[in-house]
C-alpha cells in the first residue's frame, strides 16, 4: 500500500475562539475549516443515490461499478485451478536466465488453455523471453481462465532481450491471439435503438428484442456523427466524423421485457446515445475473462540505438521506429481480469536506468479489469505518437488502485470514446497523467497524489494525426492532492465545463484554467484533507452493495 499523509490535527481551541470579535469571526471560520473540520460535497450528501442533481445540473456519476467482477467479489487468491510449474521436465524454463525460456513457458501456457484452465507458476528466478519472428508478443495468453504467476516482485524476473518491440509486447492477452475491438459488429446482430437512450440509462428501448437473451453481451453505440461533433467540438466537425468511432459501451443483458422492448444493462450508460447519431447495438466476438498477470518484475532489454527524438518514430530504420508502440503487457477484450503487484526493473544489462523500451500497461477495449499494486518505471523513449506511457487506458469501467510510475511521458493516460466509467483510486504520479484524446468521458481520479506534477484535462486543440481536441466530459477529480513545490495541480485550459473538482491539498493545489463563471465546478480548494468521504469509489461500492444485498468477503 503506498503510503498516505496523516491528518493534521491542529485543531483551534476552544479557549481561544473566545477572544476572537464579531469582526474577525469570518477569518476565523475560514481558518478552522482550512485547520481541521471534515466537509461533504454538496453534490454528495449522506443520502446520496444516482440521478442526483444539485441546483446547477451538476451530478456525479456511479463509478462503483469499476474493476474486477464490478467489486462485488475479490479477486481469487487461491483459485481451483490446476498449477503448470514452467520448470518441470515438460516444460524446460531456465530459471537461472543462461537459456531463452520464451518457448518453455508458452508451452505451460498452452497447456493450460488445453485443460480449461490453470496458474502457470514461475518460480523465483530470472527467464529470458523475447518475441518469436513472427509474432506480436513474447508471450500470448489466449484463452480464459489462465493465471501466469510468479513468486513476487524483486524475486521473479522476466527478461525480454528483443530491443526490436515496434508495436510488440512482452504479455498480450487477447481471444485467440487475434486483435479484438468492439466496432467489429457480427454479421447480422445490429439492432437498432427505438428512442435515445439517457445519460445514466440502466436499460435501453429497441426496435426488436428478437434473439437477445439475458446474460448476452452486447456493445451499445452511436457514431460521430456531424451533429455529434457539432454539439461537443465544432470546430473538428470536418475532422472527426468518418474517422473516429464513436461513443461504445460494452454491456451484459441483465433482462429483455419483450413486451416494452427494452432490455436491462448490467452497468449505467456513462453519455446519451442518440438516434440522431444512429444508436444501436450488436454484438461481437467472445471476450477472454478470468486472466491474470501478477508478482513478478518485468525489465527490456534498452534499445542501443541513439535516434529517439520526438518525431523520429516516423522513420524506418531509427531506434524510435524499433520500439514505437510497445507494450509490457497488453490487456485487450477482457473482462473480469487483472494485473497485480507487477513491478518494472532495471536489467543489469542495461546501460542507463531504463526499464521499459516505450510503454507499460494497456487495457484495449477491456472491461472490469483491476491493475493493483504495480509500479512502472523508466521508458526509455518518451517521443511522439503514443511512447512511454505508464497506464493506457481504452477501454471502460477498469480500475487502477495503489499503483505509481515514474520517468514517464505520461503516468495514467486515458484515449478515445471508448474510455469511460475508469478509476484511478489511491495511487501516485510522479510526472504528469491526462486525458489524452478524443472524448474519454466520465472517469474518475479518486484520492490520486501528483508528486512534483499536475493532471492535465485541457483541450488539446489539434494536436496529432487526428485532432485530439476535447479529451473529456463529466469526469471527476475526487481529493487531488499535489507535492513537489507550488503551484497547480490540474489544468483544465479550453474546457473548463468538462470536469468537477471535489477537494485539493498538499503545496500543489491550485486548479489553473477555469474562469470565475466555472467556479462552481470546483468545490474545497486547498480543503481535500478534511473531505468526506476520503475515496468516492470505496463509498459509492459500499452503497450500492448495501442497496443490492450483496457483500465482499474482504470488506
Known sequence: MLPHPPLPLRYVPIVCLALLTALLAPASAAA?????????????????????????GLFLHDFSYAGYAMGQRPI????????????????????????DSTAAIQKAIDRAAERGGGIVHLPEGTYRIQPPADARQALLIGHSRIILRGDGPGRTFLYNTEPVMHRRAVIRAAPGGAHASWTRALRGSTIALAEDAPN????????????????????????ATEDFVRAIDPQFVDDWPGRLPGLMFYRQVRAVDADSSRITLDIPLRYPVKRRDHARLYRVRPHLSEVGIEAMSIGMREHPGGDFGFNAYQREGTAAHDVHASYLIVLNHVVDGWVRRVHTYRPANNAGPHHMVSNGIQLLFARNVTIEGC????????????????????????????CTGRELRYVYDFKSMQTTGNVVHRSESHGISDFHMH???????????????????????????IP???????????????????????????QPDAVLIIGTSGQRHSVRGLPAQQRHRLEGEARGEHLQPRSLYEDQLHRRLQRSGGNRTDQ
Open 76 to 99: 481469487p487468491d487461491e483459485p481451483d485451478l490446476p498449477v503448470f510449474d514452467v520448470t518441470a521436465p515438460d516444460f524446460g524454463a531456465d530459471p537461472t536466465g543462461e537459456r
Open 439 to 465: 472524448l474519454s468521458v466520465t472517469n474518475l481520479l479518486d484520492d490520486l497524489h501528483m508528486v512534483g506534477s499536475h493532471f492535465n484535462a485541457a483541450h488539446r486543440r489539434r494536436w496529432g494525426t
Open 468 to 494: 485530439h481536441g476535447r479529451t473529456t466530459d463529466q469526469s471527476v477529480f475526487w481529493n487531488l492532492r499535489g507535492s513537489g513545490g507550488r503551484g497547480h495541480v490540474l489544468h483544465v485550459d479550453n
Open 200 to 223: 445514466q440509462a440502466m436499460a435501453v428501448k429497441v426496435q426488436s428484442v428478437a434473439g437477445i437473451e439475458p446474460g448476452d453481451w452486447i456493445v451499445l453505440r452511436a457514431d
Open 32 to 56: 478552522a475549516a482550512q485547520q481541521g473540520e471534515t466537509w461533504r460535497s454538496r453534490l454528495y450528501p449522506q443520502n446520496w443515490r444516482p440521478g442526483f442533481t444539485d441546483e446547477h
Open 375 to 402: 509500479d512502472l518505471r523508466h521508458a526509455q523513449y518518451r517521443g511522439g505518437g503514443g511512447n512511454g506511457y505508464g497506464y493506457v487506458f481504452q477501454g471502460s469501467d477498469n480500475l487502477i488502485t495503489r
